[in-house]
């Protein structure tokens, strides 16, 4: 089952609809082996009736067979609502592979709304953004909601460049109700100027997850010479030694990424480094984890 | 320039290899995309011009190595102008040998010589050598005229007797070292007797040009001359009639009929003078006699005229050296076994018939030899002793170490296994012809050995034939020079050098027992020889032609043992350093004249020196074989034309194949340390 959450085998997949249902499906038949989590109303424990206590909730089997009165508690169920953030600017557009960041974004996005919604019974919604807020899906249960973010999915197509602090003005307006949030990009900003832009939303009671997506030539880059290298949202171009992309180049990117993981941990909120060759599987067991937490 | 396989250098096309692979498809470079250059910094530019230059550099050497192979099979080649004076070496070579004292040859070779010299460009190269009894280089090719002339100034008339063969074979070597064209001019008498056995020897190589320029020109000039004394060396009684004389040959080298007068000089005082009656163009014989000599050494000549010279244009030829050395008669040891009585007489026979009032043998039983001092005999024998006292023989090793020698004849009592008194060696088997009934014959003569020397040995082996050996021992030769075998293979003669002394021995023994030796003809000029070799009177006195050697040291004896010698040439100079004195083997006798010599062992010689006879004959070489030498080389038949000169002298092709197989080798080399570098970078990055 592993390999249907392979982002090279999923890239075969036209359908986000059957992409998400595949993934989530093979996501779930693996948890249910796993004793830690649960997705209805369950069994919590068992506890000794004292009085004032609800009789509705005295286990009478266990009285008749043993005539002692205990309480039988189960995990309460709520609904949550999640909203994704997706960063649809030109860089997402990257490849070293037959997955562009873009798409494995999207992937992601999908199995969470599928997981969310058909699952979960949560409320889920959408905000493309680069520059600006792109589309905007409401977070919504109603019938039809899924179709509705598969199809702002596909609309997503990446232009211009990342500019958070721009559209996370309006996120604001958009977030009515506390819920989860997942940013997924590739954060190519800032550290500092990334967390001051999410912070807010974590100011307002929300669980706030960043998913941070990137190539492995990203993290590693291997140039067999020196190379002319293109901005894919400046188109500025320069020219690098193999030198420097061996040595400094990765030294800066390891530091980003954990200034990036430091910073959101230290604002309260959660962060998940993404690689494009990686199953999708990290990214749901996070989700899950941080909608457990949130109860 | 030129090529000698120009369609090779089709093979530039290849060049578009490198030119491809380093400048053309380079160019070809697609610019990567990459999401952000937030974290990517422009290359540090000197490293970028370094890699460049680098890159470069591998794209020149790798260039320059295919242009260098394609060369190499074109085969380069460049002209250079060699019928210049200055690209011809001129090589100035003067005969000094003892043939060019006659008359005014050598003056006139010398200034022709010099004038030669004289007008030679002066940036051309030149060399000088003297062509005596060997060829001397006396400059290397240079072109300072100075020194030049003075190395040509300082050649004197030799004695010695000069070969173009020696010319031939010391240009070959010259030839092949200088790569360039070489004017040879030969200044000399061109005389007949100079030419070698083999008209081979003479032939010089292809790059030399020989131009003659004989100093002798007609007809050879009539020459007198004394071509042999015999004279005896040693003279213990001058009023021995056999041996007091001496007996001269006047021979004349194109000569009318004419007399002769003939001196004896002593000491530089003249004792006889003989009219001699000497035929055209012949010989005449002149005899002395007796040849009253006082004791020591005496310095002897025999002379053409009374101090006026023999009358012709060649006066230097008209005397004979020689030395005789008058003393009384040399004690002969000879020691011999209990049972060994036969030997003394017989061998004492042959002594007396030879040598008689040189030599006396003294015979003595082995047995009573205890108390006898052999350094005061002339040399010992041993015949048939196989015990000595060991008092004698411990003496007697130290006597031949002095420069002592022993006969030693092992006779009859040396059977199986016996030690050989002073020769170091058992007797590994002993050979009884006489029990078998086939005695044994002398196979193997070495004619060469002083003591076997005969001039032209006849066809019986020089009478060795015919002697019957009953009983002969058979020892292991060694290091020993093995003078006579028998014909089974058997030494029967063998000489070993021992310290300064030699030690001879002879297998069988000199009674009639052994072998039948003692009563043939040949015994008493092997006995005659023998004591003279042994005595050492041989070398001590007498006469010698120039370029003989005589020996100073034995050549057995250890380094660093040897006491030094003297050597006072004619004109009174050493011409031994001290070194040499010490070390040196033999001295070769390159002057005319009288050189007094003291041996290591404490023994004085007085040799008389004279020039090879050959030089009196002044017959020159005739034109026609003048004119083949001259046309034997290459440059040569050049000559005889001035266009042909000009046009095979003119230019030369010097392939530069070698030079470009060179270079492409060291581009090679350093295209792989370059290339080996820079894929190391690459390598380091994946």
Same mark, same amino acid.
């Given at each position: 089952?592993?390999?249907?959450?392979? #982002?090279?085998? &999923?890239?075969?997949?036209?359908?986000?609809?059957?992409?998400?249902?595949?993934?989530? =499906?093979?996501?779930?038949?693996?948890?249910?082996?796993? #004793?830690?989590?649960?997705?209805?109303?369950?069994?919590?424990?068992?506890?000794?009736? *004292?009085?004032?206590?609800?009789?509705?909730?005295?286990?009478?089997?266990?009285?008749?067979?043993?005539?002692?009165?205990?309480?039988?508690?189960?995990?309460?169920?709520?609904?949550?609502?999640?909203?994704?953030?997706? =960063?649809?600017?030109?860089?997402?557009?990257?490849?070293?592979?037959?997955?562009?960041?873009?798409?494995?974004?999207?992937?992601?996005?999908?199995?969470?709304?599928?997981?969310?919604?058909?699952?979960?019974?949560?409320?889920?919604?959408?905000?493309?953004? =680069? =520059?600006?807020?792109?589309?905007?899906?409401?977070?919504?249960?109603?019938?039809?909601?899924?179709?509705?973010?598969?199809?702002?999915?596909?609309?997503?197509?990446?232009?211009?460049?990342?500019?958070?602090?721009?559209?996370?003005?309006?996120?604001?307006?958009?977030?009515?109700?506390?819920?989860?949030?997942?940013?997924?990009?590739?954060?190519?900003?800032? #550290?500092?100027?990334?967390?001051?832009?999410?912070?807010?939303?974590?100011?307002?009671?929300?669980?706030?997850?960043?998913?941070?997506?990137?190539?492995?030539?990203?993290?590693?880059?291997?140039?067999?010479?020196?190379?002319?290298?293109?901005?894919?949202?400046?188109?500025?171009?320069?020219?690098?030694?193999?030198?420097?992309?061996?040595?400094?180049?990765?030294?800066? *990117?390891?530091?980003?990424?954990?200034?990036?993981?430091?910073?959101?941990?230290?604002?309260?909120?959660?962060?998940?480094?993404?690689?494009?060759?990686? #199953?999708?599987?990290?990214? &749901?067991?996070?989700? &899950?984890?941080?909608?457990?937490?949130?109860? | 320039?030129?090529?000698?396989?120009?369609?090779?250098?089709?093979?530039?096309?290849?060049? %578009?290899?490198?030119?491809?692979?380093?400048?053309?498809?380079?160019?070809?470079?697609?610019?990567?995309?990459?999401?952000?250059?937030?974290?990517?910094?422009?290359?540090?530019?000197?490293?970028?011009?370094?890699?460049?230059?680098?890159?470069?550099?591998?794209?020149?050497?790798?260039?320059?190595?295919?242009?260098?192979?394609?060369?190499?099979?074109?085969?380069?080649?460049?002209?250079?102008?060699?019928?210049?004076?200055?690209?011809?070496?001129?090589?100035?070579?003067?005969?000094?040998?003892?043939?060019?004292?006659?008359?005014?040859?050598?003056?006139?070779?010398?200034?022709?010589?010099?004038?030669?010299?004289?007008?030679?460009?002066?940036?051309?190269?030149?060399?000088?050598?003297?062509?005596?009894?060997?060829?001397?280089?006396?400059?290397?090719?240079?072109?300072?005229?100075?020194?030049?002339?003075?190395?040509?100034?300082?050649?004197?008339?030799?004695?010695?007797?000069?070969?173009?063969?020696?010319?031939?074979?010391?240009?070959? /070597?010259? %030839?092949?070292?200088?790569?360039?064209?070489?004017?040879?001019?030969?200044?000399?008498?061109?005389?007949?007797?100079?030419?070698?056995?083999?008209?081979?020897?003479?032939?010089? +190589?292809?790059?030399?040009?020989?131009?003659?320029?004989?100093?002798?020109?007609?007809?050879?000039? /009539?020459?007198?001359?004394?071509?042999?004394?015999?004279?005896?060396?040693?003279?213990?009684?001058? $009023?021995?009639?056999?041996?007091?004389?001496?007996?001269?040959?006047?021979?004349?080298?194109?000569?009318?009929?004419?007399? $002769?007068?003939?001196?004896?000089?002593?000491?530089?005082?003249?004792?006889?003078?003989?009219?001699? !009656?000497?035929?055209? !163009?012949?010989?005449?014989?002149?005899?002395?006699?007796?040849?009253?000599?006082?004791?020591?050494?005496?310095?002897?000549?025999?002379?053409? %005229?009374?101090?006026?010279?023999?009358?012709?244009?060649?006066?230097?030829?008209?005397?004979?050296?020689?030395?005789?050395?008058?003393?009384?008669?040399?004690?002969?040891?000879?020691?011999?076994?209990?049972?060994?009585?036969?030997?003394?007489?017989?061998?004492?026979?042959?002594?007396?018939?030879?040598?008689?009032?040189?030599?006396?043998?003294?015979?003595?039983?082995?047995?009573?030899?205890?108390?006898?001092?052999?350094?005061?005999?002339?040399?010992?024998?041993?015949?048939?002793?196989?015990?000595?006292?060991?008092?004698?023989?411990?003496?007697?090793?130290?006597?031949?170490?002095?420069?002592?020698?022993?006969?030693?004849?092992?006779?009859?009592?040396?059977?199986?296994?016996?030690?050989?008194?002073?020769?170091?060696?058992?007797?590994?088997?002993?050979?009884?012809?006489?029990?078998? %009934?086939?005695?044994?014959?002398?196979?193997?003569?070495?004619?060469?050995?002083?003591?076997?020397?005969?001039?032209? +040995?006849?066809?019986?082996?020089?009478?060795?034939?015919?002697?019957?050996?009953?009983?002969?021992?058979?020892?292991?030769?060694?290091?020993?020079?093995?003078?006579?075998?028998?014909?089974?293979?058997?030494?029967?003669?063998?000489?070993?050098?021992?310290?300064?002394?030699?030690?001879?021995?002879?297998?069988?023994?000199?009674?009639?027992?052994?072998?039948?030796? +003692?009563?043939?003809?040949?015994?008493?000029?092997?006995?005659?020889?023998?004591?003279?070799?042994?005595?050492?009177?041989?070398?001590?006195?007498?006469?010698?032609?120039?370029?003989?050697?005589?020996?100073?040291?034995?050549?057995?004896?250890?380094?660093?043992?040897?006491? !030094?010698?003297?050597?006072?040439? +004619?004109?009174?100079?050493?011409?031994?350093?001290?070194?040499?004195?010490?070390?040196?083997?033999?001295?070769?006798?390159?002057?005319?004249?009288?050189?007094?010599?003291?041996?290591? !062992?404490?023994?004085?010689?007085?040799?008389?020196?004279?020039?090879?006879?050959?030089?009196?004959?002044? @017959?020159?070489?005739?034109?026609?074989?003048? @004119?083949?030498?001259?046309?034997?080389?290459?440059?040569?038949?050049?000559?005889?034309?001035?266009?042909?000169? @000009?046009?095979?002298?003119?230019?030369?092709?010097?392939?530069?194949?070698?030079?470009?197989?060179?270079?492409?080798?060291?581009?090679?080399?350093?295209?792989?340390?370059?290339?080996?570098?820079?894929?190391?970078?690459?390598?380091?990055?994946?």
């Amino acid at each position: 089952m592993q390999r249907f959450l392979d #982002p090279t085998v &999923l890239a075969g997949i036209s359908s986000l609809d059957l992409l998400a249902k595949t993934v989530v =499906d093979g996501f779930v038949a693996g948890l249910h082996r796993s #004793p830690d989590f649960g997705f209805s109303q369950e069994f919590a424990e068992y506890r000794a009736y *004292v009085p004032g206590d609800d009789l509705r909730h005295v286990d009478w089997n266990l009285f008749a067979r043993t005539e002692r009165c205990y309480l039988k508690r189960y995990r309460g169920e709520t609904n949550s609502q999640l909203t994704v953030l997706l =960063d649809a600017s030109n860089s997402m557009q990257y490849s070293s592979g037959p997955t562009k960041k873009m798409d494995y974004a999207r992937f992601i996005a999908a199995s969470l709304f599928y997981l969310a919604i058909r699952n979960q019974r949560d409320a889920a919604g959408l905000i493309v953004f =680069d =520059d600006e807020v792109r589309d905007y899906v409401r977070p919504s249960t109603r019938q039809g909601q899924l179709a509705r973010l598969f199809a702002a999915l596909e609309r997503a197509e990446p232009h211009a460049r990342t500019d958070i602090q721009k559209p996370l003005r309006h996120f604001q307006e958009l977030l009515h109700r506390r819920g989860i949030v997942i940013v997924i990009s590739d954060f190519y900003e800032d #550290p500092t100027e990334v967390v001051r832009a999410i912070e807010p939303m974590r100011f307002h009671g929300n669980e706030v997850l960043l998913f941070h997506i990137l190539d492995r030539q990203e993290i590693r880059p291997e140039l067999k010479g020196s190379a002319i290298l293109i901005d894919l949202e400046t188109d500025e171009r320069i020219e690098v030694v193999p030198e420097y992309a061996k040595t400094a180049y990765r030294a800066k *990117v390891d530091a980003h990424i954990e200034q990036l993981r430091s910073r959101t941990r230290a604002a309260g909120m959660d962060y998940q480094l993404l690689v494009t060759d990686q #199953p999708l599987d990290e990214s &749901l067991r996070e989700y &899950l984890s941080l909608r457990q937490a949130a109860h | 320039m030129g090529f000698l396989a120009p369609w090779f250098l089709g093979g530039l096309a290849v060049l %578009g290899v490198p030119v491809f692979v380093h400048l053309l498809r380079r160019h070809v470079t697609t610019p990567q995309p990459v999401s952000s250059l937030m974290f990517f910094e422009r290359g540090t530019q000197s490293s970028m011009r370094h890699r460049r230059l680098k890159y470069l550099l591998l794209f020149a050497l790798r260039f320059a190595f295919v242009l260098m192979i394609v060369l190499a099979f074109a085969n380069p080649f460049v002209r250079r102008a060699a019928a210049d004076a200055n690209g011809r070496l001129l090589l100035i070579v003067l005969d000094h040998s003892f043939s060019m004292r006659a008359g005014t040859r050598f003056t006139d070779a010398k200034e022709q010589a010099l004038a030669l010299l004289s007008a030679k460009p002066h940036t051309q190269k030149a060399q000088i050598m003297a062509l005596g009894g060997q060829l001397e280089v006396l400059t290397q090719p240079i072109a300072e005229e100075a020194q030049l002339r003075s190395a040509l100034e300082s050649i004197e008339a030799g004695d010695e007797h000069g070969n173009f063969g020696d010319l031939g074979r010391g240009i070959q /070597p010259l %030839g092949n070292t200088i790569r360039g064209p070489i004017d040879l001019h030969l200044f000399s008498d061109m005389q007949r007797t100079a030419m070698p056995a083999n008209f081979a020897d003479m032939v010089l +190589p292809a790059n030399v040009t020989l131009v003659l320029h004989p100093v002798a020109k007609g007809a050879a000039p /009539p020459n007198w001359t004394v071509e042999s004394v015999d004279a005896p060396s040693e003279l213990s009684d001058p $009023k021995d009639p056999r041996r007091s004389r001496v007996k001269a040959v006047v021979a004349g080298f194109g000569t009318p009929a004419a007399v $002769k007068t003939v001196s004896l000089v002593v000491n530089g005082k003249s004792i006889a003078t003989h009219k001699v !009656n000497v035929p055209a !163009n012949g010989r005449a014989t002149v005899e002395f006699a007796p040849l009253d000599v006082g004791y020591g050494f005496n310095r002897c000549e025999v002379r053409i %005229g009374n101090g006026s010279g023999g009358g012709d244009d060649f006066p230097a030829d008209d005397t004979s050296v020689f030395a005789v050395r008058r003393s009384d008669p040399e004690r002969v040891l000879f020691v011999h076994g209990a049972n060994d009585l036969r030997s003394a007489a017989y061998f004492g026979a042959a002594l007396n018939a030879v040598a008689r009032a040189s030599f006396v043998l003294q015979s003595v039983n082995a047995e009573e030899t205890t108390d006898i001092d052999p350094s005061k005999y002339a040399f010992v024998v041993l015949s048939d002793a196989v015990i000595l006292p060991a008092i004698f023989e411990h003496t007697l090793q130290f006597y031949v170490a002095k420069g002592g020698s022993v006969l030693i004849a092992l006779g009859t009592s040396a059977g199986h296994g016996a030690r050989i008194t002073l020769w170091g060696g058992n007797v590994q088997d002993v050979h009884d012809y006489a029990r078998i %009934g086939s005695p044994a014959t002398i196979g193997q003569v070495d004619f060469s050995h002083p003591v076997l020397e005969q001039a032209q +040995p006849v066809r019986d082996n020089g009478g060795w034939e015919e002697i019957k050996i009953f009983y002969a021992a058979v020892v292991d030769a060694g290091q020993a020079r093995v003078a006579a075998k028998l014909s089974d293979g058997t030494p029967l003669l063998l000489d070993k050098p021992l310290g300064e002394g030699h030690l001879l021995l002879f297998t069988s023994g000199f009674d009639n027992l052994t072998n039948d030796l +003692p009563l043939h003809p040949v015994f008493v000029a092997f006995v005659d020889r023998t004591a003279r070799y042994l005595s050492g009177s041989e070398r001590l006195s007498g006469s010698r032609l120039v370029d003989s050697f005589v020996q100073l040291h034995a050549t057995g004896q250890a380094e660093g043992t040897s006491a !030094n010698v003297e050597v006072i040439d +004619p004109d009174g100079h050493r011409p031994l350093s001290l070194s040499e004195a010490r070390t040196a083997e033999t001295i070769r006798l390159q002057r005319a004249g009288f050189y007094q010599v003291r041996f290591a !062992n404490g023994r004085d010689a007085v040799i008389g020196v004279n020039p090879d006879r050959r030089e009196s004959d002044l @017959q020159p070489v005739t034109e026609d074989v003048q @004119q083949l030498w001259s046309e034997s080389s290459a440059g040569g038949a050049a000559a005889q034309t001035a266009d042909a000169k @000009q046009v095979v002298l003119k230019y030369q092709s010097i392939s530069l194949w070698w030079y470009v197989m060179l270079l492409a080798l060291a581009l090679v080399i350093a295209e792989s340390a370059l290339a080996s570098g820079y894929m190391g970078t690459r390598r380091e990055e994946i």
